[in-house]
């Protein structure tokens, strides 16, 4: 079994090789045949890594102690489902499933692309598969997951047990479908400045791709979050670590680029902004994968730190970011904008959106990198950390709250900025109110929560407004709305929602921190909490330590929680497991710490405000992508037979 | 530590437990309440030296402990906010901040995103400015040879009705 994946591996290398040189040369001297062998090649290349990633679970599964990886990363006792999240809970695994994921993006290219013109599908495939070869070359001769021990020990070292968690087993694969997906999009980037050519047709093209994978980054960047926010035992949902800021990046760029992709679908303006665009967006994504797996920049997640891996994946970046700018320098001048639009328009707005979300991403980027910058060129050792881009970033993310919503509502071409204004006035008042309300509401003159609030509730009203004024003011219509606007509205109501549950959680958390003797209460904001007990006990691989608290309010019980504090033993390693009880408007988070000299304990209880709306608005956001999407799929294949004739027009 | 009547194996795993402290501790609390708000204020721009990217307010390090109580100690001496970060930069060096000074080569790092803001939004302006006096272009772009090849496949076939 292990062989086989081993080979299955090289034969994906030598297939994505293929895939690399055959449909492209086709494609430059016009051989159809020699174009369309990608797509055969492409199904190939995936199904034999898919057999060199089956091979690989197998491997963890059956507790396969010759590999090495598996001695590392596994134990027999661990329970099944981290068996198989510990495929890619280390560097080697993750690496395979992050070509794994490559390798079906190409081959969903191959099956689902029959409407493309012929030599853009051909250049696309050449181009994800010069990616897959690249990395391939970077899994078997750095990375290799099948490496065998001479002597197999008796049992693995166990996975690191923060890692063993529901919410993170499926965080790292979410993420890679987000990084990876947004390869399609340089992919295609790729192919149309080879081919010299970008119009409405290619950024219908892009656009369900990026979608894809911004929707996977969403999702998977809540997952890593909420993790945190449970797992790490002080409610923390984001440090603005260098392994968060590589996935917030692309993030933000992805985000960027659906935009501008409208703009070049609806308008054939800003084409070779979108191109770049395109390229960024992925060489963010290759960054990030640089950032995690070189740990050139210390951060908590290193859990792979390897300097050669790093030398050979900035090699990997050079050759991809590199050769796609420079083939971007020498092509983009070449294309020519087509549609006029005034300063006030929906063009001019989604510029501002492209503008902000870009200097955020830039914002984000000089900070990760900035520590190692400031060493290389003036030998100072700094820091870059939570208060920087607390400052530095969010008034970037204020402005664009501010202004989306009369962005969205703008007609395209030409408008009236009064006209389009008008109909917020409600949205705007209420939104006021809200935030003045929250003001009067806390105690202290801080200005984060009424603000977030405020905004927030601007975006959720705007989104609200949009759908209203598209279904013409009437109730009816809006059904019959198409999905899109449906996805749009949602997506901007969701980022509303998340800035009320960031800005209400950092603005009016309730902290206390005491040693509580068994029996004794204190007081939580409106809350009162007992610690009634504390319990020994024994989990699959770990011990515990589970105390029994009783939180109630004016005497009646809200809720009986358990916080719990465990010890793995094979990796000597303590975790924090917190108690939460979660709520519409706010979560009470209790931890338990340890035994204290006078017989008590110590723990540590929060009750924080909103702090599920941070999730739930990122879902909101993910589930708007999926509707747009929904939508576009119907859309690609009008527009694929629509293409041909609707050329010469405009 | 009380491990008086527990058995050994029960003994061991209390060792183990009492390793890490959980970040802050009760017995660091400060009475005065204002007093250890500017503590915790100051705690979470502090980076815990020997972890990975950290600060001391969140940390389980030993060394994380010693500098909390070392900052609430310099406050209780009626050190001003800034007297202390100048206390503990003097010892580790600016590396210890999470927030980056706004001065010397850290300007490039601060003032980044403004500046690149205005320049993005000039930019825009000329580029808007010229689309919207721009004419439709002077030349459509043409057909691929495979797009010609389709519409004369299309335009050619019988109709369908």
Request: charged share 15%; net charge positive; with cysteine.
């Amino acid at each position: 079994m292990t062989e086989l994946g081993h080979f299955s591996l090289s034969l994906a290398l030598a297939i994505a090789i293929l895939q690399a040189t055959i449909p492209l040369i086709g494609a430059q001297t016009g051989r159809r045949r020699w174009m369309e062998f990608g797509t055969p090649l492409a199904l190939a290349q995936f199904v034999a890594i898919a057999v060199s990633f089956a091979a690989l679970t197998h491997a963890f599964i059956t507790s396969d102690f010759s590999l090495r990886v598996v001695v590392q990363n596994s134990h027999s006792m661990k329970p099944m489902l981290y068996k198989i999240a510990g495929v890619w809970g280390n560097h080697e695994g993750s690496m395979l499933l992050w070509v794994l994921i490559l390798a079906a993006f190409g081959a969903a290219l191959a099956l689902f692309g029959q409407g493309l013109p012929v030599a853009l599908k051909a250049r696309a495939l050449a181009v994800q598969a010069l990616i897959g070869v690249a990395f391939l070359a970077f899994i078997l001769f750095t990375s290799n997951p099948f490496d065998r021990l001479a002597v197999p020990p008796f049992d693995g070292r166990d996975l690191n047990p923060l890692l063993q968690d529901p919410g993170l087993a499926f965080h790292p694969p979410f993420l890679y479908f987000g990084y990876v997906g947004l390869s399609m999009s340089y992919s295609f980037a790729i192919a149309a400045l080879i081919g010299g050519r970008v119009d409405a047709a290619w950024a219908r093209w892009v656009r369900p791709w990026t979608l894809a994978a911004w929707i996977f980054l969403t999702i998977g960047i809540a997952m890593g979050s909420w993790w945190a926010y449970y797992e790490l035992g002080w409610g923390g949902f984001w440090f603005w670590d260098p392994v968060e800021n590589a996935s917030f990046m692309p993030w933000l760029l992805a985000a960027a680029l659906l935009h501008s992709a409208i703009v070049v679908e609806k308008r054939e303006a800003l084409k070779s902004w979108t191109i770049l665009l395109a390229i960024l967006a992925f060489g963010f994504s290759l960054i990030g994968t640089f950032i995690v797996r070189s740990g050139v920049i210390t951060s908590v997640h290193a859990f792979a730190n390897d300097p050669e891996r790093g030398v050979f994946i900035l090699g990997i970046l050079a050759l991809l970011i590199g050769g796609g700018l420079t083939l971007f320098a020498i092509r983009a001048p070449g294309m020519q904008a087509r549609g006029v639009f005034g300063v006030v328009s929906r063009e001019s707005a989604l510029i501002v959106n492209n503008i902000l979300l870009a200097v955020a991403a830039f914002v984000v980027f000089i900070g990760t990198l900035w520590p190692l910058f400031a060493e290389l060129a003036f030998n100072d050792k700094i820091s870059v950390g939570a208060p920087f881009f607390d400052r530095a970033f969010t008034p970037f993310f204020v402005i664009l709250a501010l202004v989306l919503p009369f962005g969205a509502i703008l007609p395209w071409k030409r408008g009236k900025l009064r006209t389009a204004a008008r109909p917020l006035m409600g949205a705007a008042a209420l939104a006021v109110a809200l935030g003045a309300l929250a003001f009067a509401m806390q105690t202290g003159r801080s200005a984060l929560g009424p603000v977030g609030m405020a905004l927030g509730a601007w975006l959720v009203l705007g989104a609200m407004t949009d759908l209203w004024l598209r279904a013409g003011r009437t109730p009816a219509r809006l059904a019959r709305l198409p999905r899109s606007d449906w996805g749009k509205a949602a997506a901007h109501a969701g980022l509303g929602i998340v800035i009320i549950g960031v800005s209400g959680v950092m603005a009016w958390t309730v902290e206390d921190i005491r040693t509580v003797k068994v029996g004794e209460s204190f007081p939580l904001g409106q809350y009162e909490v007992t610690l009634d007990g504390v319990e020994n006990g024994r989990g699959p691989n770990y011990s515990t330590r589970m105390a029994t608290m009783t939180v109630r309010e004016a005497g009646a019980v809200v809720a009986v929680l358990h916080p719990e504090k465990r010890f793995y033993p094979v990796q000597s390693m303590p975790t924090t497991e917190a108690a939460i009880q979660q709520g519409l408007f706010r979560d009470i988070y209790l931890t338990l710490g340890d035994h204290q000299d006078d017989g008590g304990w110590a723990v540590r209880s929060y009750v924080k405000p909103f702090t599920n709306w941070i999730w739930a608005g990122a879902l909101l956001m993910g589930f708007g992508g999926l509707l747009s999407l929904s939508d576009r799929r119907l859309r690609i294949g009008a527009a694929a037979r629509r293409v041909p004739a609707a050329q010469p027009a405009e | 530590m009380r491990m008086r009547g527990l058995r050994l194996i029960l003994a061991v795993f209390l060792l183990a437990f009492a390793l890490p402290a959980l970040a802050v501790q009760p017995d660091e609390v400060l009475k005065d309440p204002a007093l250890e708000a500017r503590a915790r204020a100051l705690s979470e721009i502090v980076r815990c030296p020997v972890c990975q990217g950290e600060n001391i307010d969140d940390s389980n390090a030993g060394i994380a402990r010693d500098l909390r109580l070392l900052i609430r100690e310099r406050l209780m001496k009626g050190d001003s906010d800034d007297e202390v970060i100048a206390y503990l930069t003097d010892r580790y060096g600016d590396f210890i901040l999470f927030r980056p000074r706004v001065s010397g080569p850290n300007l490039i790092l601060w003032g980044a995103g403004p500046v690149l803001l205005l320049v993005a939004l000039l930019g825009a302006f000329l580029y808007i400015r010229r689309r919207s006096s721009a004419g439709p272009p002077a030349v459509e772009a043409p057909l691929t040879r495979e797009e010609q090849e389709r519409l004369e496949a299309l335009t050619s076939a019988p109709p369908m009705e």
